[in-house]
């Protein structure tokens, strides 16, 4: 083995040994940038979370309002006096036997048909 082998061969473990050290010293960097980036759109999703979540709360309470109106309305309309409440619950009873008689007649209407 000469020199020229030596020098060769040191060339070429102090090009592997660069190679290695620009290619992680370049893998920082994308990392670092990586790191920046992932940062910088997670301070964007919470800001943007922060709006949807103030945006919601703001629904909710309207939502809260709007019942409590309708609430009142609903008892300043509907709610007057007991003898009122019970005509209007007699006539829904009403109603419904009507309807449970009408329908159990098209029922049993439907089983003299299948019985023929």
Request: aromatic share 6%; glycine share 4%.
């Amino acid at each position: 083995m000469d020199v020229s082998h030596v020098v060769i061969g040191a060339g070429f473990v102090l090009n592997v040994l660069v190679l290695i050290i620009s290619v992680t010293w370049k893998l920082s960097r994308v990392e670092a940038v990586l790191y920046a980036s992932i940062v910088k759109e997670r301070k964007e999703l919470d800001a943007q979370l922060e709006s949807m979540r103030r945006n919601f709360g703001e629904v909710a309470a309207a939502l809260r309002e709007k019942i409590q109106q309708f609430e009142l309305w609903s008892r300043d309309n509907f709610v007057r006096d007991g003898q009122e409440l019970d005509k209007i619950r007699d006539k829904i009873e009403s109603d419904l036997k009507e309807l449970a008689a009408e329908i159990r007649d098209r029922l049993n209407r439907n089983e003299d048909r299948k019985a023929r």
